[in-house]
């Protein structure tokens, strides 16, 4: 049988672990892909404003 101390111990990895798995799902699914379609959205206007105008 766990005693108090052991028992919170368990409760705080276990919402550490919890709290950590679904950071990295947060991060997965929105945070990096914001990163990288905002970054190709500006590679693509910076780009499109230094080719030349043809008249």
Not at 25 to 33: A, E, R
Request: avoid cysteine.
């Amino acid at each position: 049988m766990m005693d108090f101390s052991q028992f919170s111990g368990f409760l705080a990895f276990l919402t550490i672990l919890t709290m950590g798995f679904w950071l990295m799902i947060f991060l997965l699914t929105f945070v990096i892909p914001y990163w990288i379609i905002g970054y190709l959205r500006e590679e693509w206007k910076y780009r499109k404003e230094e080719r030349p105008v043809i008249k």
